[in-house]
Structure formats: structure tokens, C-alpha cells
């Protein structure tokens, strides 16, 4: 699954523009990172899932937001 997480974010970021990479904020995902490693280290490995779908989804919002802007801050 994190495979998978972070190829589909790779290839969304691969499509953005020299500008756009600049303008974009990915400081959502630090939450869902700490949320992340927290339950790895509990051995939670259902939050970890459920951890890792919410920084994916944080990771995917903030590429469609800056797509959406087009590189505007």
C-alpha cells in the first residue's frame, strides 16, 4: 500500500510545471506523517492504514489545489 501511495503521488507530481512544484505545500501531510509513525511503533497496524490513506489523500489535495491555481500563492 505505501508503494501504491506514493507512486500515485510521484506520477501526479511528475505533471505539474517548474512553477507549480515551487507553489506547492505539502505541510498538510505532517500530521498524518507523525499519525503514521506513531502506529508503526505501536504495532497498530490498522491505524497505520488508515494513517497512510489520510496522507495520501492530504498529499493528492494539496497537487489538485495547486493545479487548480495554477502555481499562484
Do not use: I, P
Amino acid at each position: 500500500m505505501c508503494k501504491d501511495a506514493l507512486t500515485r503521488l510521484a506520477k501526479a507530481y511528475l505533471g505539474l510545471s517548474a512553477a507549480k512544484k515551487d507553489a506547492l505545500d505539502l505541510s498538510a501531510q505532517d500530521v498524518r506523517d507523525e499519525r503514521m509513525c506513531a502506529a508503526g511503533q505501536d504495532n497498530d497496524l490498522v491505524a497505520f492504514w488508515a494513517s497512510l490513506r489520510c496522507w495520501e489523500r492530504a498529499g493528492l489535495n494539496a497537487l489538485r489545489r495547486v493545479h487548480v491555481r495554477g502555481g499562484a500563492a
